[in-house]
């Protein structure tokens, strides 16, 4: 049975169960768990019976119910997140602790109001007047449906990006309801639905088709339909396991889901766990694999007990595991012709006036992938009939001699590449340098963009933008980002891995040694041997990427880059040695290093930081921070430094690394998810040239330093989500240039300093989610240049007050935002 279909009280059941589950857990929602059992049993018989009066409600009544269902479904999955909620994971648990008061408070006025009086009147009234037609109403009982639940996803947007990042929302809801890929799409998701909740003795099953046909956009339509939903009571683990998979992790990941137990994520080990081991009990759990490679990998991550089902996704059938595969066909001409004009038009068919003839060739030329409608139709949006009949013939003459469908969609997208602007197109090339299935930090990609191209940021969003807007990337946001002040953080890029395929077979299509950027197209356990076999001669790239495990000394070898500027380390490893051809390096100007393992990375050979004067940006991912060598030279071009979930361990101590020496021009300072991040170093006070200072997500900060007000020049302040954090210092309102400050999701701030009216070019504030803080300053009114303030509605209406008194002040309430994506990865 359909979620959409389910009866409230069905909905009340399943939840009255779930919380008394999790009255019985000691956790922070047990008093409110146990209000709510009081409040769901009173509804319990109400709802009842007017789910077996057969009783056709009036539209009001009916609305009334709706938004009761509507509310009861949302506390189921509020449940579910309450009880697979590790207790480690304090700020989350308190974070669901004040979502299920409200749900208890609202379920109470529900309760308290007119509904259960006026609902009861009308039904005790209609089951005595429709004795007659009773026969009749049960039958259109049946097709009621009363709650139909909220979309998956929402809308985001940023500046200039807003648009891009709608359209690519808009256009997944779209896809994901197959909308655009017609009747063949909708006959796929039958079967596959039939595999995955019809036939209990399909244990793994799957779905295959080249690349570009569809298959993740059916797995995911299949993850977010209802009745999947329901049959699975919302187990569903989607997991992208790609080429160069870590298989420790993803093995772990299908052990907490299918055990319904909770780890702590670096210390995990499985070596003991073994897809033979068995459990006494286990729920009904959907596990997706998606974009499978090696039978060898799948076999590591297959299991086998009543009620667990794996749906594998992959361009290879394995018919040696699976007990049943759904063959995904290319799309009818119809279908084509759907989705290119959707992509080229903004419509589902060729609109009038325009040559039907022409656009049927290049339809025609597509072959039926949807990728490639989807991205061809994209660079022809609101072009001439000239570059329409040109893109025509260059489709035909693209035809390859291989009858490859793999080698056909990469000639016929080649087409969507050759007719971009020479720096649009190189900023595309340069994305293959990320693994694939990854986000890739929208601050990194920025970088590089304005390292290598010389290009300001404005131009580098625009054509960020413009390869969005002809389907070459996604832009993913979290829901916090909304305008000018947001961090490049905030929003991530993704790209389907056909994409990437294509920029990397352009990217090597020239001699190893004078390509413009060497890839290594997937982790390796070291250096490729063709890069081996070449390292006789200089290369010329100026884009290194290298994804490998662990690294030590041996095993790197000697290699000469004279003109390298951006140096991407991918990696998977506890311990790493830096590469010793860094010397040879005298251009760098962007190093970044990433680690995708499930413990943060020591790294080795710090001697290569001592040969660095032309560095400009320092990422540094899931590692523990280095202490540089005492002979390191001032690093006098590096602007930006980003710590990303790294281990810290006082690594920035005044006493071991003075960084006012070592980073005298630093205008970017980020650490982001840091551990053991307990006090920032006085020193940070004395980085005079900072414009821009972000602490966010940092559990363990308790205190800033008191002499932040040195920081003269600082414009952008972000301390959000530091739950520990309880106050500001004083010294902040000596910041005159302070445009910005983020405090939001500080749970335990408890107060703005009065020194803050000392702020006077302050533009924003976003304190929402501080709940401790109650008053604003007295003097809030003289922050003359304020224009916006986000903040909760307990606060809001003394912003009101303010307002009246500061000319074009907007007050934004937020909505609660709560995100833990970046677990994903």
């Known amino acids: 049975m359909a979620v959409t279909d389910f009866f409230a009280g069905e909905i009340a059941t399943e939840l009255l169960k779930m919380l008394i589950a999790i009255s019985r857990k000691a956790c922070l929602c047990k008093s409110t768990a146990d209000d709510l059992i009081s409040s769901i049993e009173q509804l319990l018989p109400i709802i009842q019976e007017i789910k077996y009066s057969g009783v056709e409600l009036q539209s009001t009544r009916q609305r009334q119910l709706d938004d009761l269902s509507e509310m009861l479904r949302g506390?189921?999955?509020?449940?579910?997140?309450?009880?697979?909620?590790?207790?480690?994971?304090?700020y989350k648990n308190l974070q669901l602790a004040r979502r299920m008061e409200k749900l208890e408070k609202r379920v109470s006025r529900f309760i308290q109001g007119p509904m259960q009086a006026h609902v009861l009147a009308d039904v005790h009234h209609m089951r005595f007047e429709s004795a007659g037609r009773f026969d009749r109403l049960e039958r259109q009982l049946g097709s009621m449906k009363i709650g139909v639940g909220p979309e998956i996803g929402e809308g985001v947007g940023w500046l200039d990006l807003e648009g891009a990042v709608k359209r690519v929302d808009e256009e997944a809801r779209l896809e994901g309801s197959l909308v655009n890929l017609g009747a063949g799409m909708e006959f796929g998701k039958r079967k596959v639905k039939e595999m995955v909740i019809g036939r209990d003795s399909l244990g793994v099953v799957g779905i295959c088709g080249i690349g570009g046909s569809g298959k993740t956009t059916l797995a995911g339509e299949i993850c977010r339909d209802a009745e999947v939903h329901s049959y699975f009571n919302n187990?569903?683990?989607?997991?992208?396991?790609?080429?160069?998979?870590?298989?420790?992790?993803?093995?772990?990941?299908?052990?907490?889901?299918?055990?319904?137990?909770?780890?702590?994520?670096?210390?995990?080990?499985?070596?003991?766990?073994?897809?033979?081991?068995?459990?006494?009990?286990?729920?009904?759990?959907?596990?997706?694999?998606?974009?499978?490679?090696?039978?060898?990998?799948?076999?590591?991550?297959?299991?086998?007990?009543?009620?667990?089902?794996?749906?594998?996704?992959?361009?290879?059938?394995?018919?040696?595991?699976?007990?049943?595969?759904?063959?995904?066909?290319?799309?009818?001409?119809?279908?084509?012709?759907?989705?290119?004009?959707?992509?080229?038009f903004g419509m589902k068919s060729i609109p009038p006036g325009t040559n039907v003839k022409l656009v049927t060739q290049v339809v025609d030329e597509c072959k039926g992938l949807p990728l490639a409608l989807k991205v061809v139709g994209a660079s022809l949006r609101d072009q001439p009939e000239m570059i329409w009949s040109s893109a025509k013939s260059r489709l035909s003459r693209g035809q390859p001699i291989s009858e490859s469908h793999e080698i056909q969609l990469l000639e016929r997208m080649k087409l969507s590449i050759d007719c971009l602007p020479e720096k649009v197109r190189e900023c595309f090339l340069d994305l293959g340098a990320f693994p694939e299935d990854k986000k890739i930090p929208l601050d990194v990609l920025i970088n590089i963009w304005v390292e290598i191209h010389d290009i300001p940021e404005a131009e580098a969003f625009a054509i960020l933008v413009e390869l969005s807007n002809k389907n070459l990337l996604n832009l993913v946001k979290d829901a916090r980002a909304g305008d000018m002040y947001s961090?490049?953080?905030?929003?991530?890029?993704?790209?389907?891995?056909?994409?990437r395929d294509l920029a990397l077979h352009l990217s090597n299509s020239a001699d190893i040694n004078q390509r413009r950027r060497l890839l290594m197209p997937r982790r390796e356990t070291g250096i490729p041997k063709e890069w081996e076999r070449n390292i006789d001669r200089p290369f010329n790239a100026q884009i290194l990427s290298v994804h490998t495990g662990e690294m030590r000394e041996m095993d790197w070898c000697s290699m000469d880059f004279p003109k390298a500027e951006v140096l991407i380390l991918n990696f998977a490893s506890s311990e790493f040695f830096l590469p010793p051809f860094i010397a040879s390096m005298p251009k760098l100007r962007a190093l970044i290093l990433i680690n995708y393992s499930t413990s943060n990375a020591v790294i080795h050979n710090l001697s290569a930081f001592t040969n660095m004067s032309n560095l400009r940006s320092l990422w540094f991912e899931k590692v523990v921070v280095p202490r540089l060598p005492e002979t390191t030279v001032p690093l006098k071009n590096l602007r930006k430094i980003s710590l990303v979930l790294c281990k810290m361990n006082n690594s920035l101590d005044g006493s071991v690394l003075d960084m006012p020496h070592l980073f005298p021009c630093l205008s970017e300072l980020t650490m982001?998810?840091?551990?053991?991040?307990?006090?920032?170093?006085?020193?940070?006070?004395?980085?005079?040239?900072l414009t821009s200072f972000s602490v966010t997500n940092c559990d363990s900060l308790v205190e800033l330093p008191a002499d932040m007000g040195r920081l003269s020049y600082l414009q952008i302040l972000r301390i959000y989500a530091c739950p520990n954090l309880k106050k500001l210092p004083p010294g902040i309102g000596n910041l005159l240039w302070l445009k910005y400050?983020?405090?939001?999701?500080?749970?335990?701030?408890?107060?703005?300093?009065e020194s803050i009216v000392g702020c006077s070019s302050l533009e924003k504030i976003d304190m929402r989610e501080c709940p401790h803080i109650k008053n604003l300053p007295r003097s809030a009114g003289s922050l003359r240049s304020l224009r916006r303030v986000i903040c909760d509605d307990q606060v809001s209406w003394q912003w009101q007050q303010i307002a009246k008194v500061i000319p074009d002040l907007h007050i934004q309430v937020a909505e609660e935002c709560f995100n833990l994506d970046w677990l994903v990865e």
């Open 75 to 90: 506390g189921l999955e509020l449940a579910g997140k309450v009880l697979n909620s590790g207790r480690w994971n304090v």
């Open 235 to 344: 187990r569903i683990l989607f997991e992208t396991v790609s080429q160069s998979p870590d298989v420790e992790q993803l093995r772990l990941k299908i052990r907490r889901m299918v055990s319904g137990t909770s780890f702590n994520g670096g210390t995990d080990t499985v070596s003991q766990w073994s897809p033979e081991c068995e459990w006494k009990y286990v729920a009904r759990t959907l596990v997706v694999l998606d974009d499978v490679w090696s039978l060898t990998v799948l076999e590591q991550l297959l299991f086998r007990y009543p009620g667990c089902k794996i749906l594998v996704v992959s361009r290879f059938k394995f018919p040696s595991v699976l007990n049943c595969t759904y063959e995904l066909d290319l799309l009818r001409e119809d279908e084509a012709m759907s989705l290119f004009c959707h992509s080229a």
């Open 487 to 499: 961090s490049y953080y905030d929003i991530s890029v993704s790209q389907h891995d056909v994409l």
């Open 672 to 689: 982001d998810h840091c551990i053991n991040l307990n006090e920032l170093p006085s020193s940070i006070c004395r980085l005079y040239t």
């Open 741 to 753: 400050i983020d405090i939001s999701q500080c749970v335990n701030l408890g107060y703005l300093p």
